[in-house]
């Protein structure tokens, strides 16, 4: 389906994992490289994808986004991490790639955990997610924004709060209740929800390929992409980002009047 217009896009452990609609809402389900799905939807109005696009450039700054995407989930506040700035990104991937050890190691963990403000420290699964980052930042910058279709970032909790009326998940989706509302949630508004978790599903029975946690965030960014799109109705946060802000996260709540 080299046509589809809408794409949703999750990080998963064997690579990166999409659902995508066309115009006419047919769907279909891909998993390979960031660069292999974007060029497989380079004529896409929409592709939404899990992770940080646009890094702060100063020391000790954080996204303004990520700060306030922690404010909407209230005490759900620590599953948005905190996106270290540029350098650190690009220091954490070298030494993931050199496969640093030992003291080594633990010299440039000292080094990126002198960054603090307020108190908070870049955490594991921010140091985690830094080479997918720096590949999202790397693909991107190194092609004319005229031959990219347009590329967003969104979080799955801020998707599912937003799909749920910004109404928080009461349960962590790694829980089998956090999958159960999850669910509910999409199926209130792509009733083929259980079809299409049913066609993708095998993809989970190899836990290095794809989880069922990816399949439902891919679904929720693709959804939000699509009926967002057509309802006029997306949004950010912030509200209206500032020339200067180094990053933005696009959610859709359909009950908003």
Known sequence: ?????FVGVDWAKGGWFSIAYDAAGEWEANHGAFAEIVE???????????IPIGLAKGEYEWR??????RQCLGSHWQSVFLTPPRYVVEEARRAKESNLKGREFQNVLTRINNLRREGTRFSAQA?????????VDEFISSRSLNALPKIREVHPEILFWALNGKNNMCCS???????????NVLRKIEKRTDAILEHVLPLTCDPKIVGGDDILDALAAAVTARLGTLAGRLQTLPENPLPDDCGEMVFYNPHDA
Request: aromatic content about 8%.
């Open 1 to 5: 389906m080299g046509d589809a217009k």
């Open 40 to 50: 497989r939807y380079s004529e896409a109005e929409l592709i939404l994808v899990d």
């Open 64 to 69: 303004k986004c990520d700060l306030e995407a």
């Open 127 to 135: 140091w985690n997610i830094t080479p997918m980052i720096a590949e």
């Open 173 to 183: 989706k790694k829980t089998l209740k956090g999958v159960y509302d999850r669910m």
